[in-house]
């Protein structure tokens, strides 16, 4: 059973950077496409970033210049690089992953979740 693990999160001040990651712990299925959201409270989960399976990334207008999203494939692990912190960026961050079957079928999984907190 494929799990994603979450880690990264934090406290940190404005301006300051972390870098997210979510491994797919059990997993032997290649990534496909993977992406990551957030969700304020008492807001909807929204797409930070996002990288399809052609390889073309996208970004929130309120991230891009700032965040950059990658991925390791051999180690089924993906990043979400976060530099210039603002307040505002304050959330639970997910992980989403798609991974893909050698037939060609193709199994979304979500990470539980990681902390962050930017104070002003």
């Known amino acids: 059973q494929v799990q994603l693990v979450e880690s990264g999160g934090g406290l940190v001040q404005a301006g300051g950077s972390l870098r997210l990651s979510c491994a797919a712990a059990?997993?032997?299925?290649?990534?496909?496409?993977f992406g990551w959201y957030r969700q304020a409270p008492g807001e909807q989960r929204e797409l930070v970033a996002g990288?399809?399976?052609?390889?073309?990334?996208n970004y929130a207008d309120s991230v891009k210049g700032r965040f950059t999203i990658s991925g390791d494939n051999a180690k089924n692990t993906v990043y979400l690089q976060m530099n210039s912190l603002k307040p505002e960026d304050t959330a639970v961050y997910y992980c989403?992953?798609?991974?893909?079957?050698?037939?060609?079928?193709?199994?979304?999984?979500w990470g539980q979740g990681t902390q962050v907190t930017v104070s002003s």
């Open positions: 990288r399809n399976s052609a390889g073309s990334t």
């Open positions: 059990g997993s032997t299925l290649s990534t496909y496409a």
């Open positions: 989403k992953l798609v991974l893909r079957s050698q037939n060609g079928a193709t199994y979304t999984h």
